[in-house]
C-alpha cells in the first residue's frame, strides 16, 4: 500500500488556505463598500442646512390645518417636476426651488397668484419648502409658512389624503430603465469627467485623483441652468458624483433630463457625507 504523499497534503492544503484568505479579503471589500453606502443613506444629515437663511423664519403648519379651509391657502410645491407629476396636493402650484432662487420672473408669479391669500410652501420633508419660503418672505415680507414634515406628513396620515391626487407609494416615477443606474465604486470609475451634484464644489476627491468634477448642483439652478449646462456635455460616458441624500437623490433628476435629451447617466460615485 501507498503511503500518504503529506508534502502534496501540504502544498494543497496552503493553497485552499491562500484561497480561502483572498476571498474573505475581497468579500470585506464588498461588505465595507456596502456598509458605508447604507450608513450615508441612513445619515440624517443635510447640506440643506448649509444655506438656511437663520435671519428669516417662516411659520409651520400642520396640514390638517390647511385641509380645515384649503380656500385660505396658496400651496406652493417647490418639488421638481418629476415628483409634482407623481402626485400632487389637489390645486397646488408648482414652482422648482432651483427656479425660485435664480428667477426675478418666478417670484413675482408666485406673489401674484399666492395675493391675498397665505402662502404655504411644500416638498418632500420640510427642507426645500423652508429655503423657498425664507427667500420669498425676505424679498417681499410678511410671513410664509412650511408644511411640517411635507410629503412624508401626508403619506402617513389617512385624514389628509383625500386632498391628494396620484401616487402616495412612489415618490419619483419608476421605470425598469432606473435599475441600470448603477452605483459605481471609486476604483471603477473609467471616465475622465463626472458631474458634481453636490452643494459645495469638489476640487479633489481620494481614490479619483486626476479626475475632473464640472459642478452642477441641480438643486439649486434653474431649469434655463440646467438645459444650458447639459447642452455643453459631450459624448464621454456620463458619471455623477453626490455625496449626501439631497445630492444623491438628484442622481435621478439628472437622469430625467438626459433623457428628455437621448443622453444616459451611466452610473454614480457616492461620497460620504
Given at each position: 500500500?501507498?503511503?500518504?504523499?503529506?508534502?502534496?497534503?501540504?502544498?494543497?492544503?496552503?493553497?485552499?488556505?491562500?484561497?480561502?484568505?483572498?476571498?474573505?479579503?475581497?468579500?470585506?471589500?464588498?461588505?465595507?463598500?456596502?456598509?458605508?453606502?447604507?450608513?450615508?443613506?441612513?445619515?440624517?444629515?443635510?447640506?440643506?442646512?448649509?444655506?438656511?437663511?437663520?435671519?428669516?423664519?417662516?411659520?409651520?403648519?400642520?396640514?390638517?390645518?390647511?385641509?380645515?379651509?384649503?380656500?385660505?391657502?396658496?400651496?406652493?410645491?417647490?418639488?421638481?417636476?418629476?415628483?409634482?407629476?407623481?402626485?400632487?396636493?389637489?390645486?397646488?402650484l408648482n414652482y422648482r426651488l432651483g427656479d425660485?432662487?435664480?428667477?426675478?420672473?418666478?417670484?413675482?408669479?408666485?406673489?401674484?397668484?399666492?395675493?391675498?391669500?397665505?402662502?404655504?410652501?411644500?416638498?418632500?420633508?420640510?427642507?426645500?419648502?423652508?429655503?423657498?419660503?425664507?427667500?420669498?418672505?425676505?424679498?417681499?415680507?410678511?410671513?410664509?409658512?412650511?408644511?411640517?414634515?411635507?410629503?412624508?406628513?401626508?403619506?402617513?396620515?389617512?385624514?389628509?389624503?383625500?386632498?391628494?391626487?396620484?401616487?402616495?407609494?412612489?415618490?419619483?416615477?419608476?421605470d425598469h430603465r432606473y435599475i441600470k443606474t448603477?452605483?459605481?465604486?471609486?476604483?471603477?470609475?473609467?471616465?475622465?469627467?463626472?458631474?458634481?451634484?453636490?452643494?459645495?464644489?469638489?476640487?479633489?476627491?481620494?481614490?479619483?485623483?486626476?479626475?475632473?468634477f464640472r459642478h452642477a448642483p441641480l438643486l439649486?439652478?434653474?431649469?434655463?441652468?440646467?438645459?444650458?449646462?447639459?447642452?455643453?456635455?459631450?459624448?464621454?460616458?456620463?458619471?455623477?458624483?453626490?455625496?449626501?441624500?439631497?445630492?444623491?437623490?438628484?442622481?435621478?433628476?439628472?437622469?430625467?433630463?438626459?433623457?428628455?435629451?437621448?443622453?444616459?447617466?451611466?452610473?454614480?460615485?457616492?461620497?460620504?457625507?
Amino acid at each position: 500500500m501507498n503511503k500518504p504523499n503529506w508534502k502534496s497534503y501540504k502544498l494543497y492544503a496552503s493553497l485552499f488556505l491562500v484561497l480561502i484568505s483572498v476571498a474573505a479579503v475581497l468579500f470585506l471589500i464588498e461588505v465595507k463598500d456596502a456598509w458605508e453606502l447604507i450608513k450615508s443613506e441612513r445619515s440624517e444629515k443635510t447640506e440643506l442646512a448649509q444655506i438656511n437663511k437663520r435671519d428669516v423664519l417662516p411659520g409651520v403648519i400642520q396640514f390638517s390645518m390647511i385641509a380645515a379651509d384649503t380656500g385660505k391657502y396658496a400651496v406652493i410645491d417647490v418639488r421638481e417636476k418629476e415628483e409634482f407629476s407623481q402626485g400632487r396636493i389637489k390645486g397646488a402650484l408648482n414652482y422648482r426651488l432651483g427656479d425660485i432662487l435664480n428667477e426675478e420672473a418666478i417670484r413675482q408669479e408666485i406673489f401674484r397668484k399666492s395675493e391675498g391669500k397665505e402662502r404655504v410652501f411644500f416638498c418632500h420633508d420640510g427642507k426645500r419648502s423652508r429655503i423657498a419660503a425664507q427667500t420669498i418672505q425676505q424679498e417681499f415680507g410678511g410671513v410664509n409658512t412650511i408644511i411640517e414634515k411635507g410629503f412624508q406628513q401626508i403619506r402617513k396620515d389617512e385624514k389628509n389624503q383625500k386632498f391628494w391626487e396620484g401616487s402616495l407609494k412612489h415618490v419619483l416615477p419608476q421605470d425598469h430603465r432606473y435599475i441600470k443606474t448603477p452605483w459605481i465604486k471609486r476604483r471603477d470609475v473609467r471616465v475622465n469627467t463626472l458631474i458634481d451634484l453636490s452643494l459645495e464644489k469638489h476640487e479633489s476627491v481620494k481614490g479619483l485623483e486626476g479626475k475632473t468634477f464640472r459642478h452642477a448642483p441641480l438643486l439649486m439652478m434653474s431649469s434655463r441652468q440646467i438645459d444650458e449646462f447639459i447642452s455643453t456635455l459631450g459624448e464621454e460616458p456620463i458619471v455623477a458624483l453626490c455625496n449626501s441624500k439631497v445630492s444623491c437623490f438628484y442622481t435621478r433628476i439628472l437622469r430625467y433630463r438626459l433623457e428628455e435629451r437621448g443622453l444616459a447617466l451611466a452610473g454614480y460615485v457616492r461620497l460620504l457625507e
